[in-house]
């Protein structure tokens, strides 16, 4: 689906891509370091607020806001990878491909479903079998939201702020969303948390689907 349907003006959006032939393009902490280096250098020229992100060995999660639209947010991704595909091939002695697809960039509706993009990035290396728990896992903002680790490159989401009156309150609450019994859901790959067009409720993605169908144009909300 064309991007200009899923990113709009303050839209929130997962956003993930997967390396050409699933090489570990992030397999070393520098490699890894250097993505999110990147997008802290150059998300506030493009008007990102990243509200999550866990970096995987193959691919990254980042859950953003475009505040400036789809075409600073093309702009930015756009820089991010290059910038890494160049540094990376200097590092490696080689040249091609570094990102091997079209990021997917899903459009989330509402709070509900931000708060379950973002466990869903935070649970990448438990659902992979590299760690236990998702706070044992140093390449997210698990650690962030659940901890009070500071991170710089992290604007706190609103669904985390209503979480509680106060950080002790917002942490507490935040770890507990991770309770066995509510991230069951979460520990299956979800093609509806990451290549589906819309995160929402089934009534809400409908309308989204419908609305481009008659118009052409993105839907109005």
């Known amino acids: 689906m064309a991007r200009r349907y899923l990113v709009r003006e303050n839209s929130i959006n997962h956003c993930t891509w997967r390396s050409h032939n699933q090489e570990h393009v992030f397999a070393s902490d520098g490699e890894k370091e250097k993505l999110l280096s990147l997008m802290k250098a150059h998300k506030e020229r493009y008007g990102i607020l990243v509200l999550s ?15 400036d639209g789809q075409e600073a947010f093309s702009s930015f991704w756009r820089v991010v990878n290059h ?11 080689r040249r091609g491909q570094v990102v091997m697809e079209r990021l997917s ?12 993009a973002m466990r869903y990035g935070d649970l990448n290396p438990v659902r992979a079998g590299l760690v236990r728990s998702a706070k044992d896992w140093r390449w997210s903002s698990h650690a962030h939201y659940a901890l009070g680790v500071p991170d710089e490159l992290i604007d706190d989401a609103a669904a985390f702020l209503a979480l509680g009156r106060n950080p ?31 995160i929402g409720d089934p009534d809400w993605v409908s309308s989204c689907r419908t609305a481009i169908a008659r118009s052409g144009v993105p839907p109005p909300f």
């Not at 910038?83 to 002695?93: D, E, I, K, L, V």
């Not at 935040?174 to 067009?197: C, E, G, N, Q, W």
């Open 83 to 93: 910038s890494y595909a160049r540094w990376y091939n200097a590092q490696h002695g």
């Open 53 to 67: 992100y866990c970096v995987m060995g193959t691919h990254p999660h980042v859950v953003c806001i475009a505040t």
């Open 168 to 198: 002790v309150e917002r942490r507490i609450a935040y770890r507990h969303l991770f309770a066995i019994p509510l991230t069951s859901s979460l520990l299956v790959k979800r093609r509806d948390l990451v290549s589906a067009p819309f």
């Open 105 to 116: 960039s899903p459009r989330i509706q509402d709070d509900r479903h931000l708060l379950n």
